[in-house]
């Protein structure tokens, strides 16, 4: 069984004891999953120096956890709610516990890169969970947003404290501690797991699982990116490239109609008949392509062209998890009067004019004058986006199919992020190429090349505003308890 909604006496779980031991546990399982997807940000130089990895393939390191972390996402949360939430997190937790012991003591890129997507199979297993044990414990409206609430403020705390953690690491004891220090978190997650969370019983019938799906879509995300990060170097018009995006697409259609046609798809077509499920999802996914490449531009830039160094860098962005902080506090209380889309659709276009203004990115820019400003409005935007794609996407969601819609928005998030980076890698690298050919000073073209990509960030954060008018307006009601079959659509 889960764990219960309701503390002893009627109260609401959330304000027993138990309730916020428990919100507190899968929340600081959600900031680690996610940190880790931007806390090796501030060490890749020094991976790039220490393992002698390519400026072109240093970007895997964090690629490559995006995508099994977003590619097995969608088995990780079928699997939950099929064999048992806490089973599924423990096992996550394990797994990636060990993953990150391999990453710390890799001695060539090789091996740093394997760990790290094994690493992200452990967190595909662990967050469908933890978020589907959110939706399922805290199914009472008021419980139900502060719950929601918190927990989509850990991907924006994350991905800002990331940042910092990864300079104050990198540049005190060493890069490898960026990942020696995730087995000791994942201690205190597991013991925190045995002792708050219910043993629940694995449903019947769970025999077959669609592996076949999972590889389908790891398969044809991973060609898709490879595609596209190798395409500024070979050329767009290469025969690579293009057999690797159209090998890609057909892996992908294939995924389509596997899930089609089996009995126990990985992910059944028919749940996107939810009301607002889809467009919520593909706002998380747009909107975090633009914010995670912006962290990632900003951070070489204030690294390669204004010279700072890890610590000072990672300190830059401690505004942005306040930002984020107050903005998904605010957020949350609004959502009873105001519903989850005005949020979304504020939230996402005061963001796009947060990497709007960082986008200018002068040769010798100033922290208070030219990004500052720009992080506050950007972290504002991305507190209410998270905070209102992550309620708006768990809106009228059976309790049975819990994991499996916590898995839609973390692939949503995560296959957001590497397609982001990829993308707009793209767009920066083949702009700097070209004015580095015409013999511009390395500083200028690294700058000008940003700033396309951040440019070109702020575009998917418009069309994420756009999307979301579509999403799930929820005030936060409660979420449905009686399980709803759901069957393949007919082809």
């Not at 929601?148 to 403020?153: D, I, K, R, T």
């Not at 890069?175 to 449903?203: E, K, Q, S």
Request: hydrophobic share 55%; glycine share 12%.
């Amino acid at each position: 069984m889960a764990t219960s909604t309701v503390a002893a006496g009627g109260s609401s779980f959330l304000a027993s004891r138990r309730g916020k031991l428990t919100l507190l546990l899968l929340c600081l399982v959600a900031f680690l999953d996610y940190v880790d997807a931007s806390i090796v940000n501030v060490a890749l130089p020094s991976i790039h120096d220490d393992l002698h990895v390519s400026v072109q393939n240093v970007q895997w390191v964090i690629s490559g956890y995006l995508l099994t972390y977003g590619g097995f996402m969608l088995l990780g949360g079928r699997a939950a709610d099929l064999l048992g939430r806490r089973r599924l997190l423990v096992a996550g937790t394990v797994v990636f516990a060990l993953a990150s012991l391999g990453a710390g003591l890799a001695n060539e890129s090789g091996v740093l890169v394997a760990a790290r997507l094994v690493q992200g199979l452990g967190a595909a297993m662990m967050l469908p969970a933890a978020l589907s044990l959110v939706t399922t414990s805290f199914s009472s409206g008021t419980d139900r947003t502060k719950a929601l609430g918190a927990w989509g403020a850990m991907a924006g705390v994350a991905s800002a404290a990331g940042v910092l953690l990864g300079g104050v690491l990198t540049q005190g004891p060493g890069w490898r501690w960026v990942f020696f220090v995730n087995p000791l978190a994942c201690v205190g997650i597991l013991a925190g797991t045995l002792l708050l969370i219910d043993r629940d019983r694995p449903r019947a019938g769970v025999a077959r699982f669609d592996l076949l799906g999972a590889l389908l879509s790891t398969a044809g995300m991973l060609l898709l990116v490879y595609g596209i990060v190798r395409a500024p170097i070979v050329g767009w018009g290469a025969t690579s490239t293009v057999c690797c995006l159209i090998a890609a697409a057909i892996i992908l259609a294939g995924f389509v109609v596997n899930e089609r046609r089996v009995d126990r798809p990985l992910l059944p077509l028919s749940v996107f008949r939810i009301d607002g499920l889809a467009a919520a999802d593909a706002t998380q996914l747009i909107a975090i392509a633009g914010f995670l490449s912006t962290f990632f531009f900003l951070t070489l830039y204030m690294q390669d062209v204004l010279g700072y160094s890890p610590i000072r860098t990672g300190l830059s962005y401690l505004p942005v998890t306040g930002g984020v902080i107050v903005a998904a506090g605010v957020c949350s209380k609004l959502f009873p009067r105001t519903g989850t889309r005005p949020v979304l659709v504020i939230g996402a276009l005061a963001a796009a004019g947060g990497v709007g203004y960082l986008s200018r990115l002068p040769l010798h820019g100033t922290y208070p004058t030219d990004l500052l400003p720009g992080l506050i409005v950007m972290s504002l935007g991305l507190g209410a986006v998270f905070v209102g794609a992550t309620t708006a996407a768990n809106a009228g969601v059976p309790a049975d199919q819990a994991g499996l819609a916590a898995a839609l928005i973390n692939a949503s998030q995560q296959l957001g992020g590497a397609l982001g980076i990829a993308i707009f890698t793209a767009i920066a690298t083949s702009h700097t190429n070209r004015l580095l050919a015409t013999h511009i000073a390395q500083p200028s073209a690294l700058a000008s090349g940003f700033h396309r990509a951040l440019i070109a960030a702020a575009v998917f954060l418009v069309a994420a505003a756009l999307i979301a008018v579509r999403a799930t307006n929820t005030r936060g009601e409660p979420t449905t308890l009686e399980p709803v079959p759901v069957a393949p659509l007919a082809a």
